[in-house]
Each structure stands twice: as structure tokens, then as C-alpha cells.
């Protein structure tokens, strides 16, 4: 018995080796093709074990089945203005059908994001060649990626993969359009300013002459009622006086006569030349003799 314990444990090892190579498992971030012989003969393998032929019969691929982001930056198309925009903008995908991906990019994840990148770039250049800069920047980011995305889709299920996501990150001009661009909108808003400048001066000089013209007025309609009234309250004071010249004719010259007197006597120093014997002395005489 101990003699044939060799062969035993040989045997053990031969058929757990064999065991062992009939089994092949794959993570949860992983999605397996199995292949025999160069030939794709089972595909779509999950995580999990799973079996397969030992001796190198059959052999596993494993691939990639979580979303891979790739970028692309600085590349450049031009408008329907033939103006040159630098686009940068990135892809997000994953493996959809393992067995058409490995046929047609060999299960090269880099080779399949620069294919997958060609399609998008046909796409943003179709996108942006019907389009002036102003509308392109004037559109919205989603429906700018909008028209490509479609499109890029189907060319990523020719790859056997799933296109999630395009987004445009940036769109700017190169260096040397910038300065002329940034120029022509500098004197853009320079001439508009003047434009609205002069607009103003325009309004502030209408708004001034309109004042003006209301003040004139105001002060011409109060000169007139003023001058009407104070000859209103002249013709009353005439009548009164009047009137009350007729009630008493003596006392009215005499009251009138101390307003001559108070009027011509109002400085110090003043001095009369006139006849003591006048009318005008009438009432200053001591005797009051008439």
C-alpha cells in the first residue's frame, strides 16, 4: 500500500490540475469570451466560475465591462465661415458584445477608443461645418452633442461596444484667430458705447430743452397772473380810494398830503427847494390857515 501511495498522490494532482483547468473564473469588473483553437466558441461569460477544456484547449479573454472614459483634446475643425475651433471633448463607453469586440479591435481597449474617437470627430465635424461661430456658440451643449451622438452609436455597435455619453468640454479658437476675434468685439463695444452715449446726450439734451421750456412757461403764466392781479388790486384800491374821497374830500386830501410829506422826508439830510407859499405847505403852516 505505502508503495503505491506515489502513484495515488499523482493521480490526485493530475485530476485536480485537470479540474483546475477546466475552471476559469471572472471578477465582477470583467466579461469573458472563451476561445478554442483561435475561434471564439462561447461568449458573454459573467462574474462567477465557469467551465472550459484544460491543456490550453481552450483559452479565456477577459475584458473590461466597466464604463471607460476617454478624452480628446484640441482638435480642431472648422465652421461653415471656414473659421478653425479647437474641440475638446470626451467619450464614455463600455463593452457591449464581447465576442464582436474582440473580432474587430483584437479586445485593445485603446485601439477601440481611437476608432470610436474617429466616429465622434466625423460627427462634430459634420456638426460644426453647418454652422457659423455665433450659432455654435450660441447652441446649447447638449444640442450640439445632440446631432453626433446617434451617429457615433452606431458606428460603436459595429465595434461591440455601447456608447454612453459626448460631451463637448471646450470650444475655443486658436491663438492666433483669438486676438483678431477678441479685437473686433473690443471695437464692437466701443462703438456701441459711443452709440449709446451719443443716445444718451440725445435724451439728456431733449430732457433739459423740455424743463426749460416748462420753466419759461410756468414763469410767463405766473408773470401774467401776477401782473392781473396786482392790476386787479390797483383798480380796487382806485375805487376805494375813490369812494372814499367822495364820503370826505378834505380828509382824504389831508391824509394824502402826510404821505407826500412821509415819502419826500424818508432820509436824513434831505432838502427841499421849493416855495414856502406852494399848495405843497398847505398843511405844515402853524396858523393852519388855508
Known sequence: MPARAPTVLFGLAFVFLIVWGSLFQVSETEVAIRM????????????????????????????ERRIITQRYAGETFLTSENKALNVDFYVKWRVKDPSLYYRTTNGNSDLASLRLGDNVKDGIKGVVARRTLKEIVKTERS??????????????????????????????????????????????????????RAEGNKEAANIRASAERQRTELLATAQRDSQRLRGEGDAQASRIY?????????????????????????RE??????????????????????
Request: proline share 4%; aromatic share 14%; hydrophobic share 35%.
Open 36 to 63: 478554442r483553437f483561435g475561434e471564439i466558441v462561447g461568449s458573454g461569460y459573467g462574474p462567477g466560475l465557469h467551465a472550459k477544456l484544460p491543456l490550453g484547449i481552450d483559452n479565456v479573454r477577459r475584458f
Open 143 to 196: 444640442a450640439f452633442t445632440g446631432d453626433m451622438f446617434s451617429r457615433a452609436s452606431e458606428s460603436g455597435k459595429e465595434l461591440g461596444v455601447e456608447l454612453i455619453d459626448v460631451r463637448v468640454q471646450r470650444i475655443d479658437l486658436p491663438d492666433e484667430v483669438s486676438v483678431s476675434v477678441y479685437d473686433r468685439m473690443k471695437e464692437s463695444f466701443v462703438a456701441r458705447g459711443k452709440q449709446l
Open 242 to 266: 375813490s369812494q372814499a374821497y367822495a364820503k370826505a374830500p378834505e380828509f382824504y386830501e389831508f391824509y394824502r398830503k402826510l404821505q407826500a410829506y412821509r415819502s419826500s422826508l424818508t
Open 269 to 290: 439830510g434831505d432838502v427841499w427847494v421849493i416855495s414856502p407859499d406852494g399848495e405843497f405847505f398847505k398843511y405844515l403852516n402853524s396858523s393852519g390857515r388855508r
